[in-house]
């Protein structure tokens, strides 16, 4: 009997699950087929195992080149993310709502309420009904909040004057707002980033494509002056419409610090479950992060992240 011969498939799906994680990872969005590959849910190159396991095994070959593919493509997914955890004494909540279409001003705010976060980002404020946020903010007792464009910031802890920064091609705005924690200040800043457009580049229309891209790198411009221009602790949170790998991601990184949910979380942490991916996020260099975690929310097409520091 022949021994076992490896599966070309086999070493291909390997491989190419290798070159889609460098390229997504290192060239991501400085060409729009990189980017394609950068946003794609990574759970689609995991679902690519399941044909090529039916062949390796129908055709007798070994299963080592697979079996490291299948792992890889597990990895990349953040199933196998996990963080110890422990209690913090901040709670950061961080919730695109989307306008409220799909729940109540009562509804919403007693959800929040029972999560017992110190600070609420919430994005997409900007309600359908416009007798929808006074009669939310009237409910979410405890609370001092500001406002910015669709972003609003609640907070149980002593808040000082809000600064608001315009995003580019957009009618969005950034929100700082200067926090007092444990005696020194923390500057919270609250961001929804564009989306990229990524049917017309399946459609073939790369213009469109481009402009989302380019105004998405001109958005992190505004956000890198926010960081620069920001002394003291700086925690960044919110819908950035950025899954955690690619260019705009590491710049996010690089400027506000490592992101929580890498520290402090476990599970892949999709906070838009639709497409299996995870573009809501906190991240800091100046709080440690103890625990994150994604939860069920109400009335919206995202999950809120909620992370505790110390």
Do not use: C
């Amino acid at each position: 009997m022949s021994a076992r011969r490896p599966s070309r498939l086999a070493l291909a799906y390997l491989v190419g699950l290798l070159l889609v994680w460098a390229l997504s990872e290192w060239v991501g969005e400085r060409t729009l087929p990189t980017l394609l590959l950068a946003y794609t849910p990574p759970l689609l190159w995991l679902l690519l195992a399941l044909p090529v396991w039916v062949w390796v095994l129908l055709r007798r070959r070994k299963v080592g080149a697979v079996f490291l593919a299948t792992i890889i493509a597990v990895w990349g997914a953040g199933l196998l993310h996990w963080r110890p955890q422990s209690a913090g004494q901040l709670r950061v909540l961080t919730y695109n709502v989307a306008g409220g279409r799909t729940t109540t001003p009562a509804e919403l705010a007693a959800y929040l309420l029972a999560q017992n976060a110190d600070v609420i980002l919430l994005q997409e404020s900007n309600y359908v009904r416009p007798e929808f946020g006074p009669a939310f903010e009237s409910a979410m007792t405890g609370y001092s909040v500001a406002h910015a464009a669709e972003v609003t910031t609640f907070s149980r802890l002593p808040m000082a004057p809000e600064t608001r920064f315009d995003l580019p091609q957009n009618s969005r705005e950034v929100l700082l707002t200067p926090l007092t924690w444990q005696g020194r200040t923390l500057n919270v800043v609250n961001a929804h980033l564009g989306t990229v457009m990524l049917s017309p580049l399946l459609q073939g229309d790369l213009t469109q494509a481009r402009r989302t891209r380019n105004a998405r790198s001109a958005q992190v411009d505004v956000l890198r002056r926010v960081a620069l221009q920001t002394s003291g602790a700086v925690l960044l949170g919110g819908d950035l419409n950025t899954p955690p790998r690619g260019i705009i991601y590491r710049r996010l990184r690089d400027l506000f610090g490592p992101d929580a949910y890498d520290k402090a979380g476990r599970g892949a942490g999709w906070t838009f479950p639709s497409l299996k991916t995870r573009i809501d996020h906190q991240m800091t260099r100046d709080l440690t992060p103890t625990r994150a975690k994604v939860l069920s929310g109400v009335g919206s097409d995202h999950l809120p992240l909620l992370v505790e520091y110390k």
